[in-house]
RNA sequence: GCCCUGGUAGUAUAGCGGCCUAGUAUGCGGCGCUGUCACCGCCGUGACCCGGGUUCAAAUCCCGGCCAGGGCGCCA
């Protein structure tokens, strides 16, 4: 069918209403709600920007009125001042086409005239986004991308993008996807740890956003096993120079979103540091340990974003820049307990890196590829990974990680 | 990998040995209503996850499976 009529009136998005106002228009949609009273019918029809309400008369409104809902239809009519409680201008419609019926008995209710559970609406994750709060994550999230890469961009930094099929592990430790690679034992990638460290040494400053994997059989709120990471690396910079960016990133996300009409809160001064040794005075902890949910969550419960800084060389991985001979330069971004990023200040010099892998228990043989690369002239460099679907769980207040991806991949959901 | 909780119409829930011929809301179908706005009123439709067991009797108790939610660990 011709989406462009010759005869069609002007087509007009939800929200351009109030500036058409005793104009002849057209207008595409779902139907998301219906109100018949006799003969007379409302149709609160929803567009991907908002909602209003269209008035049906006399035959129209019989037509109207057994419209299944979440059908697509076209309507034309007049703008007009509507005495509605909630909307202040309506359609008055004299033509009504419908584009295609939705099934009468539908998975969920995108009205949420009752609410359905998380699993209900990712399994019908389309109908679900007809929910304007589920459609503003990802909204909100699409935005936040843009922010970020304008950021990033604007502050010298190059996009470059790495491998995600990898020959062997990039870090050790996590456990990796296998894939067959034409036969040959392949990786997905964890993270691209590595190659941003490589690309400083001609690039200067990189920044990567995509997607990572790991095999982790995970059962948390905070965890999937594809997830999407925005990585920093920059050369001739330390701990401090990429916390400092990272900061004033978070605080840009804030404020341009306020720019853009969202809700977000203010934030105010500047995230307050801690040393990991601060914080197991605090907590009990003994050095060395790992600081668990519990500790974590307890410490953060009345912080917001806050970094701890300064772990244990033990607790990081092995490109990870000694601080004398226990403590790392290193430095993870928390929001209350939830950690966001980690980063800090790498080994730039091939005889430690080497030794650092071998104190890991990895074998520098396997590293070779990369290992070369520190003899060419390596600058000092330091960055850090965003958990950004973490980060976006802080954005909108969702406390289930899946609130905010569109089809999470977690243990025992590989679909839709 | 370990641990806890739960699975009742399309959706969300009540019931937790016999009062269940399984209640309610919403959806869906029908009827009435010309200004609703979570419209309203009346009528109807539709469900105990699967397989064993205990018992005179199981939606309800026990075991196994499958599915789901959450905690720990791992980390982003």
Known sequence: MSLKKESSPKRVQSPELGENEGKYVE??????????????????????????????????????SSIPRQSYVILRGNVVKSVSKINPYEVQVNYIEIVNEADTVLPLDPASKVQSELMTRINNRPLDLRDSEERKIFLMRADVLHIIRDFLTQNGFVEVDTPKIIAT???????????????????????????????????????????????????????????????????????????????????????????????????????PIYTYEQVCDSTGVNFGEDLSSEVLNEFGKDKEFYFIIDWPLSLKPFYTMPKGEKLSESFDLMYKGLELASGGQRIHKYDLLVERLKANNLNPESFAEHLKVYRWGMPVHSGWGLGFDRLMMVLTGRNNIREVVLYPRDSRHLAP
């Open 27 to 64: 207008l595409h949609g779902w139907v998301h709600d219906i109100r018949i009273l006799g003969k007379l019918t409302f149709l609160i029809i929803g567009d991907p920007y908002g909602y209003y309400q269209a008035v049906l008369k006399g035959e129209l409104a019989k037509k109207g």
């Open 169 to 271: 592990a990039s870090e050790g430790g996590a456990e990796l996807f296998k894939v067959d690679y034409f036969g040959k034992p392949a990786y997905l990638a964890q993270s691209p740890q590595l190659y941003k460290e490589e690309l400083v040494l001609a690039l200067g400053k990189v920044f990567e956003i995509a997607h990572y994997f790991r095999a982790e059989k995970s059962n948390t709120v905070k965890h999937l096993n594809e997830f999407t990471s925005v990585d920093i690396e920059s050369a001739m910079m330390g701990k401090f120079d990429v916390m400092k960016i990272l900061e004033e990133l978070i605080k840009h996300i804030y404020s341009s979103l306020k720019a853009k009409g969202y809700q977000v809160n203010e934030l105010k001064g500047n995230f």
